[in-house]
């Protein structure tokens, strides 16, 4: 869960965080998100929000015991989820769960109510403000 490791550096930092989203986030972005001790988001935004699955990239055969393997690793993850959703956002285990059993998409202002975002509030970036372009270059890294 690479998401959850981002979540614990992201809080352990020696900084306010603010997390705003300008747009979606979706998935383990959840979780990273909750991270920011102020969350915006933009009146338009959406948050998705759903369970922990696995997949493969080859062929695979499952036996009884690595479904129950994998089984238990999912339930460990949504279990780890689940107590930041609780603890950064009130979000109680048996909501989290029913977020978990679909796929939800809810907007800001649900948002808010939910506790996952504290403000709709539109970006502002003050003018003269630096703006940065960061370019990834497939050959040799960042530009």
Do not use: W
Not at 78 to 105: C, M, V
Not at 112 to 121: F, S
């Amino acid at each position: 869960m690479h998401g959850i490791t981002i979540y614990n550096v992201l809080r352990g930092m020696p900084i306010t965080l603010i997390t705003h989203n300008v747009g979606n986030v979706d998935s383990i972005g959840a979780v990273v998100f909750l991270a920011g001790e102020k969350r915006y988001a933009c009146p338009q935004a959406t948050f998705m929000l759903h369970g922990v699955a696995f997949g493969t990239n080859v062929p695979t055969q499952f036996f009884e015991r690595n479904l129950k393997e994998r089984l238990a690793a999912v339930q460990a993850d949504q279990e780890r989820i689940k107590a930041i959703y609780n603890d950064r956002a009130g979000i109680d285990p048996e909501t989290a769960e029913k977020f978990f059993l679909g796929e939800s998409t809810i907007s800001a202002a649900d948002a808010i109510k939910r506790g996952l975002a504290h403000e709709l509030r539109a970006v502002e970036i003050p003018a003269g403000s630096p703006v940065l372009q960061l370019v990834f270059n497939r050959q040799g890294g960042m530009l």
